[in-house]
């Protein structure tokens, strides 16, 4: 048998497998030739949206059965969600930059073969040492979905179907956020909080086959994949070193000393990170950007709506677990909140006033929060009574927060729209993750008496500073 010369043969299997794993492959000329094809992209594209927000609001559900299976606080149990958010903060900017070089399809298949992966592993973990680094590759994985999700939407719509294509994808993120309580109430009532991660497999399997076939490729792709790493593991030491300090605070089995070294480490990378922002060419936030327009006070009141929209999927199943509320009665009372933030966010265009504009949308839904928060803290925690403020909850945050983020937007110039959209989603993110640290520290802090209530009323303060905000920043 003759031997195969690598130097000379015109196919070398290393090369031909780098090229498959580095290069986006096209559309069958069937589905790239059909007028809609578009509309098979933006489906595809829902595949990501539906499961990161089911994926959000579903794994709170798991909380109690954590706890029980490990042994541990609810202090330790927060760390499967806060992993998640902290690594996607920090993770998504820089997706972003790299997909604009290497290709949006590819690294959007990449990151949805890295969270279905990364799911199955979690469904699996042996401790919850291993769940929570499980949960970080998964974050990594949703950040190269979520980097890439717009601009696949945006670039797939042809002329005057943009608005449409971003509201079927709205669409799937709101159906995601909606069914994740229910979906996740019920897995754990029957099957076990294993399935709330398995879940993610077959439907991630379905998305990368369909992603391959129907996704269109990149045409126009950045010069430059350069990154100031040095700014985002700052970010990340500044996030990460405060919300530790808070979990120890809300009952973390580590020293006090360690929770006040912490926060000093906080202090100190977040003064770090500030500066440097200060003086590279490519800041990760442009703080210049912050300080015009009101978009510093617009992007903070955003933050608080966040907090305030994931601050209840905390809340409402762990103390209804306290009162022995089954998980899946639980699971169907907090849809309330995200079915009423779904509705309204996919509907306000067509039910609101048209007169009304983004400022007075932005100041009425954050009124009505602090009205819904008012009452969620009079009434008693009782399943019965809760679905009506939480659906009042939701419905305010579903016109404020779209509201609100539209005006940061409009006040960004067009130049630095992509750093703004980044800026934006990392709001989102540190919103959703101090919403869980300040719930559970208010929970610990207020006992299992008084506990609920507090946690609520810190709630109503963040959408009083919202509404406040949000006010000063767009009053003419």
Not at 207 to 223: E, K, N, V, W
Not at 359 to 375: D, E, F, H, K, T
Request: a positive charge.
């Amino acid at each position: 048998m003759p031997v195969r010369d690598h130097r000379t043969d015109p196919h070398p299997a290393t090369p031909r497998l780098r090229h498959l794993l580095t290069t986006e492959r096209p559309r069958p000329d069937a589905i790239r030739t059909s007028p809609r094809a578009w509309r098979l992209a933006v489906a595809t594209v829902c595949f990501g949206a539906f499961m990161g927000q089911l994926d959000a609001s579903i794994v709170t559900l798991t909380y109690r059965p954590l706890r029980n299976e490990f042994h541990t606080t609810l202090a330790g149990v927060e760390w499967v969600s806060l992993a998640y958010l902290l690594t996607l903060v920090a993770l998504l900017v820089p997706a972003g930059r790299l997909s604009d070089a290497r290709g949006r399809k590819l690294m959007y298949l990449y990151g949805f073969a890295v969270f279905t992966a990364a799911s199955a592993a979690c469904g699996l973990a042996p401790t919850l040492t291993a769940l929570v680094a499980f949960r970080t590759v998964q974050a990594a994985g949703a950040a190269l979905m979520q980097a890439n999700s717009v601009a696949l939407v945006t670039t797939s719509a042809p002329p005057g179907k943009m608005r449409p294509a971003l509201g079927i994808q709205a669409a799937g993120q709101a159906l995601g956020l909606a069914l994740g309580p229910t979906i996740g109430g019920a897995l754990v009532a029957t099957v076990g909080w294993r399935w709330v991660f398995g879940v993610n497999v077959p439907i991630g399997v379905i998305a990368l086959i369909a992603g391959h076939y129907l996704l269109p490729r990149t045409r126009q792709r950045a010069t430059s994949t350069r990154i100031d790493t040095a700014a985002v593991l700052l970010l990340a030491a500044t996030t990460t070193c405060a919300l530790l300090a808070l979990s120890i605070a809300s009952g973390l089995r580590l020293p006090l000393w360690t929770a006040l070294a912490l926060a000093g480490a906080a202090i100190l990378a977040g003064w770090a990170f500030t500066r440097r922002q200060h003086t590279h060419p490519r800041p990760l936030v442009d703080l210049a950007l912050l300080r015009t327009g009101g978009i510093g006070p617009g992007l903070a009141a955003g933050l608080c709506g966040y907090l305030v929209l994931f601050g209840p999927l905390v809340l409402v199943p762990v103390d209804l677990d306290r009162h022995g509320t089954p998980p899946l009665i639980a699971g169907l009372v907090l849809t309330a909140l995200p079915l009423g933030f779904a509705l309204a966010a996919t509907t306000a265009d067509r039910l609101l006033p048209a007169a009304w504009t983004d400022q007075r949308r932005s100041r009425y839904g954050a009124a009505g929060c602090i009205a819904a928060l008012a009452v969620l803290a009079a009434v008693p925690q009782q399943p019965a009574l809760l679905p009506g403020p939480l659906a009042l909850l939701g419905l305010a945050l579903g016109v404020f927060i779209p509201a609100n983020n539209t005006l940061v937007m409009k006040a960004i110039p067009a130049t630095a729209a992509g750093t703004g959209g980044g800026m934006v989603n990392m709001t989102r993110g540190l919103g959703t993750a101090i919403g869980v640290a300040a719930v559970t520290l208010a929970l610990h802090l207020g006992g299992t008496g008084t506990g609920a209530r507090t946690a609520t009323l810190v709630l109503l303060a963040f959408a009083a500073l919202a509404w406040a905000l949000g006010y000063a920043s767009h009053h003419p």
